[in-house]
């Protein structure tokens, strides 16, 4: 059988399956145990009291049709209903037209039919009038009879206080079972949260603690964590000293063509110089991305505002365009400031003029960078987020004085924080739109 459909219906958090394998065996345990004692315990013992019953109330009638007068009946009743704990009234009052018991008197259903089965006599039954007591009419040879006795002699005596027990001790269960689940779990939590910040670029403290397998799983995330942090800095370390080694000879290079003729060829060797140049600081940026700077609190409407500002007064058509929300969140600024800069500086380099909007929404922050120039094919989006990645003519990403890192650059920014990149088309202005998000 396939029960997919359930999924839809199940907690989507751990805490609340847990809770459910936890509680549901104790309810499904409850409602098994009630059945059982209202069957085989509540119904028959009520059966055989109320069988033995019967045979008490036959042999009663069988004293009473024996006499010979109803004198003689009346005085076998009297001799006999106190041995036999009944209350016997002959003639008997008025009696009912049909045998009353409220609906959920599960063990009086069981009384009637016993009592009507085994007394054929038996004229009516009322278990509503007194619900302590059971009122019998009977068809005798001189009159009716009227027996009442206890209910107590047909049924058990407070059958609601095993239910009520049990209620109470399966809450009790129930509770300390949940405190239990959530000291357990604390651990995956933290865990969990330890993980995220990561994610996002944030180490936070965290310490593996709880279950065996918990501690296996936290040691195993620390290690991770120093083996990537190890690798980070062991990679700065490495371009920077990479990117000392290459200046030494391109400042060689340099000083050799400054005191040649100047030509054409001294003109284009000098040219492949700075272009190497560029092309270092640019990959050394790449590397080195997600060190720039620590993370702080930071409105990022105000940070926007500051880049477009400078953006503006070095000569490009960029300005502000839609705004919502406020705030602040945890995020580089100088990263992120970098990254928006190759974002701005990539649109004024493939269009004329650029629009950054701001969307700060409740968990998450989207700046959008738009332009009105040639936009990149849907089936070459994802590739054009790769390093030094070249595209086709419509949109090159080294055409220009760029090298092909801008957008690489700003998708690695916004990975470090737990967000990405996002290429589309631009409704506004119909050329690119970028779409950076982050996290809240």
Known sequence: MNFGWLKHYMPRGLYGRAALILLLPIIVLQIAVSLVFIQRQFEDVTL????????????????????????????????????????????????????????????????IETLTEKIPALRAVDLVSDSRRVQLWLDSRYDDIYVSLSRRRVSASNPHQFFVLMVFVGAVMSVVAVLFLRNQLRPIRRLSRAAEAFGKGRIVPYKATGATEVRLAGSAFLDMRARIERHIEQRTMMLSGVSHDLRTPLTRLKLGLSMLDKSEDTQALAKDVEDMERLLDEFLSFARSDALDGQMETDPVALVRDLVDNAARGGGDVQVGTVTGEGVLMLRPIAVTRALENLVGNALRYGSRAVVSIHLMERALRISVEDDGPSIPENRREEALKPFARLDAARNQNRGPGVGLGLSIANDIARSHGGSLRLSDSAALGGLKVDFVLPR
């Open 48 to 111: 055989q009291m109320t069988r033995s019953l019967a045979l008490e109330i036959g042999f009663l009638l069988e004293e009473v049709d024996t006499s010979g007068s109803l004198i003689e009946a009346t005085a076998r009743i009297a001799r006999l209903s106190g041995p036999l704990e009944l209350n016997v009234e002959i003639p008997a009052i008025e009696s009912p037209e049909s045998n009353a018991r409220v609906f959920y008197d599960l063990s009086g259903r069981v009384v």
